[in-house]
């Protein structure tokens, strides 16, 4: 499948009639589904074309919202381990809409990144979130990784 990225190198393996593919940061090989493909897809354009460090970079980790347990897809850290951008995933066949927003915005009322990236691989919205002034910009691109 088609996405809105630069071609990348992954690897791959097939078991018992299902394609995995190898995650960078988690170290192992997921299940490859259409959201996940994303999700890799992003995961290196950060690394090699962002140029961020992946032992900055967190992969489907749990959060606590509200005594809920939820999984963000991607989180970019700063160098003093704070995070920096959010990063929600999802298959290129579900739109990015206000439901999306949302569901991103309450991970990050925790997470407090000043980045928020929304993609289905095809759709990308990037914004730089004002906390103090509770607006948002959009941006062109995820911002590089000193900025």
Not at 19 to 41: A, G, M, S
Not at 75 to 93: S, Y
Request: with cysteine; glycine share 2%.
């Amino acid at each position: 499948m088609h996405l809105d990225f630069n071609k990348y190198n992954f690897r791959y393996k097939n078991k018992e009639n299902k394609t995995y593919i190898f995650d960078i940061i988690r170290k192992k090989y997921v299940l490859l589904t259409p959201e996940e493909w994303v999700r890799q897809n992003l995961i290196h354009y950060i690394i090699y074309t962002k140029k961020y460090s992946p032992a900055l970079i967190a992969v489907e980790k749990q959060l606590n919202i509200n005594g809920l347990r939820r999984r963000f897809d991607i989180v970019v850290f700063n160098r003093n381990t704070h995070p920096q951008i959010l990063i929600e995933c999802k298959a290129p066949d579900i739109p990015i809409d206000q439901k999306t927003f949302d569901q991103a915005n309450r991970y990050n009322w925790l997470l407090k990144a000043p980045y928020l990236v929304l993609s289905n691989g095809k759709k990308h919205y990037i914004c730089k979130i004002d906390f103090d002034q509770n607006k948002y910009q959009f941006l062109k691109d995820i911002p590089e990784k000193d900025e």
